[in-house]
């Protein structure tokens, strides 16, 4: 699984479609069988690492590129080119609207025993939370005076 997850991050860069729409399947793919198999996450990954440990540290995880129905609709949703993250840099998706403005989220809902191997049963950084803050701040302001302006 860890040398999947590598291929996945090799070759996302390579930004052809084609290419990054099979790597999206091949990450379903492994996030589908850490889901099935938890107990794997413990195991040797071969480097000494247990395979959550390294997984964690490889960005092969596709982020949910629109925003969940819960979403609230006056908030931007994050944005960046780059199809794939490590999972300790993504929210998971429980948190998207907490933080889905700044910080990549999970497409899906993940088992508690992959949310601690990827450290998404902790909360997001409070960098992340002031910066998603600052979002909501912003977009009341702006829906304010687009209220305003029509009045």
Do not use: C, H
Not at 48 to 62: C, F, H, K, N, T
Not at 82 to 92: E, I, N, Q, V
Not at 102 to 127: C, E, H, K, M, T
């Amino acid at each position: 699984m860890r040398d999947a997850a590598l291929f996945i991050s090799q070759l996302a860069t390579s930004g052809d479609k084609s290419t990054v729409d099979r790597l999206s399947d091949k990450s379903s793919a492994v996030l589908d069988y850490v889901q099935r198999y938890r107990g794997q996450l413990a195991a040797d990954s071969g480097s000494g690492v247990p395979l959550g440990v390294a997984l964690a540290d490889i960005a092969w995880v596709r982020r949910a590129t629109s925003r969940p129905k819960f979403y609230p609709s006056l908030l931007p949703w994050y944005v960046d080119e780059r199809p794939f993250y490590r999972p300790t840099d993504m929210a998971r998706r429980g948190l998207a609207g907490a933080v889905g403005s700044v910080l990549p989220v999970a497409v899906a809902d993940i088992s508690d025993p992959v949310q601690q191997a990827f450290g998404w049963d902790r909360p997001p950084p409070v960098s992340s939370m002031n910066k998603s803050f600052a979002a909501v701040n912003t977009a009341t302001i702006a829906s304010k005076m687009t209220i305003a302006a029509v009045n």
